[in-house]
């Protein structure tokens, strides 16, 4: 047998019956996705960063961190908007490795599905309810988007989803930003696809119903570089990159021409450090070109409490069990640094 059926996991309305959003938390993030709308559509200024862990993988130094963040919005808010990352699955290139919270909310145990619903749900409700901030999380599975949808302000479709076709009708739905990541292979014009597909509505099968979405105007590119066909990794958040990229809208005559851009993965090589230099070198792009100014609208950047990462059974606290993250330190102080440069 192919398929071992295990147990039948609740439908996201009896998740979300469990753990409601009340009438205040709802009007407080409908207060900030107004804010976040309006940036992507150009009618604000403001700029983004949706910074964060590599993935949630516990809950206390995830709500640690977003408290910090927090205190931090208050100092910069009348120029940036924080949306941390609560990534809760984890894609992995072998698909070998702790696959985030989704499917183990213990790190060290074995995967418990049914588990990991419940607390992707209540960490999502708890960096609001505590910290006032909208939450962030990459659409690894379209159908248990359906879970948090009521939560997030930013959904991100990463560079191995970005070009499948569940995954772009499922983000013409999404009523908040999409970031629809550039393919492994960097391919721009795929890109542009992916976010024509996204803004476009569509007639599908979303969860065991026909759906009909009516297109996410919202939907937007992503550069987060590249890897050749001989595994070697390349950047594209160049100057030169970014205004092909905003030609390319152009001609592509896309709604809302957008870019954010991920100063980790491939435009790093995963050196997480170099991501201070790539945010310093994408602003300064941005002061050269009223072009490239309009396009990018924010950065991904990866910190946590302590720089690094360890493995799973290596307990320091606040450091990343999957991909290396700037320390806190050097995150606090890059965002006041961005604040400047903006």
């Known amino acids: 047998m192919s398929f071992d059926f295990r147990r039948k996991l609740p439908v996201p309305k009896e998740v979300k019956e469990e753990f409601p959003v009340s009438p205040e938390l709802a009007a407080q993030k ?21 910074i964060g862990p590599c ?21 910069v808010s009348d120029r940036l908007i924080l949306i941390p990352r609560v990534y809760t699955n984890k894609p992995r290139s072998t698909g070998a490795g702790y696959k985030g919270m989704l499917h183990q909310p213990d790190p060290e145990k074995g995967p418990d599905v049914f588990e990991g619903v419940l607390a992707m749900r209540r960490l999502h409700m708890r ?4 910290c006032g901030l909208p939450t962030a999380d990459e659409m ?76 996410n ?30 030609d390319l809208y152009q001609q592509e005559g896309l709604k809302n021409p957008a870019c954010v851009v991920d100063c980790n993965h491939a435009n790093s090589g995963k050196r997480f450090k170099e991501q201070i230099r790539i945010a310093r070198d ?30 799973i059974h290596d307990h320091v606290y606040g450091r990343s069990i999957t991909d290396p993250c700037l320390g806190w330190e050097d995150t606090e102080r890059l965002i006041y640094e961005i604040a400047e440069l903006v």
């Open 282 to 311: 994408v602003l300064g792009s941005r002061r050269r070109d009223p072009a490239v100014r309009s396009l990018v609208k924010g950065l991904m950047i990866e910190s946590y409490l302590e720089e690094g990462c360890q493995g």
């Open 140 to 215: 690894l599975y379209p159908e248990n988007y359906w879970y948090v949808a009521d939560l997030l302000s930013y959904v991100a479709v990463g560079a191995r989803s970005a070009e499948d076709q569940q995954h772009r009708l499922t983000a013409s739905g999404i009523e908040v930003p999409a970031g629809m990541k550039n393919p492994t292979g960097g391919d721009l014009q795929g890109l542009l696809h992916s976010v024509s597909a996204a803004q476009h509505g569509h007639t599908f099968i979303f969860r065991g119903w026909e759906v009909r979405t009516d297109g």
């Open 217 to 246: 105007p919202l939907a937007h590119a992503v550069l987060r570089g590249y890897t050749d066909c001989s595994g070697a990794m390349h950047p594209n958040y160049s100057y030169d990159e970014l205004a092909r990229l905003a």
């Open 127 to 130: 960096v609001m309810e505590e």
């Open 55 to 75: 993935s949630a993988d516990h809950e206390a130094p995830v709500l640690d961190y977003c408290t910090r963040l927090s205190r931090v919005q208050l100092k």
């Open 30 to 50: 409908a207060a900030v996705d107004a804010l976040v709308r309006r940036v992507f559509t150009g009618d604000s200024d403001k700029f983004v960063l949706v």
